[in-house]
């Protein structure tokens, strides 16, 4: 193939490529990398040979991107008034994408992902779940609420996308389960942390979060002192909090201060990515856990076999 050959076939991929980053890229601390993250404690329970684990980590990935990508599109095509004060930089207000544009790639993220759920069929139910639960957020009043915005419909999406994270590497276990469920929990009831920097945007499009609702000051006391215990306690029970209490217990303390400090919409916005980075923290304790005991066994049964040598050659 000619070099213009190459160019007429990679141009449009980058161009496309570059697009999807462009809707999505904020939303990768909360999707793909948890998701990724995730299925390496799948990868590890299930002790799957290395090319099971790269093909089915690629499936899982062709899940995510479609996941990541309709949800964007759904929520930017109705949020274009919002996304003008909050984020003007995104694709629909910045010019890059057209609205019809946009609409175009929605049909095309959407069929692709309920095509990767028929063929592979384990997926359906997080796939549904997850095309409901948008539908509730862009589609009813009552995604514009703090509750059902935030305690439902994060904790549904959550569940969507750490239950599908494991399924597409193995089947789920018992332990497994029992940690989508309170980590879910513990999304929906700090995902209030990002609308305490979107407060202009919100009200500009009649949202009813809880900063608007109960005032910023009131809010972030409900997060810090009463969500924040309760969300810890979730994983405490799930069973997440004793595979590193100190360590748990630390960034959410800090956390917790950083909400209190009201520091301004900057600010906030890195007190959310802090979050995020927790909620990828907190998968990656539950995809090691029990990984430094292994080593310690290892390292103890190759000194067993080295003084049980030594004692055989003297």
């Not at 980058?14 to 980053?21: A, C, G, N, R, W």
């Not at 609409?103 to 549904?128: D, Y």
């Not at 700090?190 to 809010?219: C, E, N, W, Y």
Request: proline share 5%.
């Amino acid at each position: 193939m000619s070099v213009l050959g190459l160019k007429a076939v990679f141009t449009p991929l980058t161009h496309e490529l570059d697009i999807f980053l462009g809707f999505s890229w904020r939303d990768w601390s909360t999707t793909i990398i948890p998701g990724s993250i995730f299925s390496i404690g799948a990868m590890r329970n299930a002790g799957l040979p290395l090319p099971s684990m790269i093909s089915n980590y690629l499936l899982l990935i062709s899940w995510l991107t479609p996941y990541i990508y309709f949800f964007n599109l759904s929520n930017q095509i109705i949020g274009v008034d919002e996304d003008r004060i909050n984020k003007p930089d995104r694709p629909i207000p910045s010019g890059k994408v057209t609205l019809e544009g946009a609409k175009s790639r929605w049909i095309a993220a959407l069929s692709t992902f309920l095509a990767i759920a028929m063929f592979e069929r384990t997926l359906l139910p997080e796939t549904i779940c997850w095309v409901f639960t948008v539908a509730f957020l862009c589609l009813t009043s009552a995604g514009n609420h703090w509750f059902g915005k935030n305690c439902v419909a994060m904790t549904t999406g959550t569940w969507s996308l750490l239950s599908a994270s494991w399924k597409a590497i193995t089947l789920s276990t018992p332990e497994s389960e029992r940690y989508v469920f309170a980590v879910s929990i513990w999304a929906g009831l700090l995902t209030h942390i990002q609308d305490l920097r979107d407060v202009r945007g919100d009200a500009a499009v009649g949202r009813k979060t809880m900063p608007l609702v109960f005032g910023d000051g009131v809010s972030r006391w409900i997060i810090t002192f009463l969500l924040m215990p309760v969300s810890f306690w979730v994983l405490w029970k799930g069973g997440i909090v004793p595979i590193s209490p100190t360590t748990l217990t630390a960034v959410h303390v800090f956390l917790g201060y950083r909400i209190m400090q009201a520091g301004g919409p900057r600010y906030d916005h890195k007190t959310y990515m802090i979050y995020t980075y927790i909620f990828c923290l907190i998968l990656a304790l539950t995809a090691g856990k029990g990984l430094e005991m292994s080593v310690t066994e290892k390292l103890r049964e190759i000194a067993v076999r080295t003084v049980n040598l030594t004692s055989a050659s003297a």
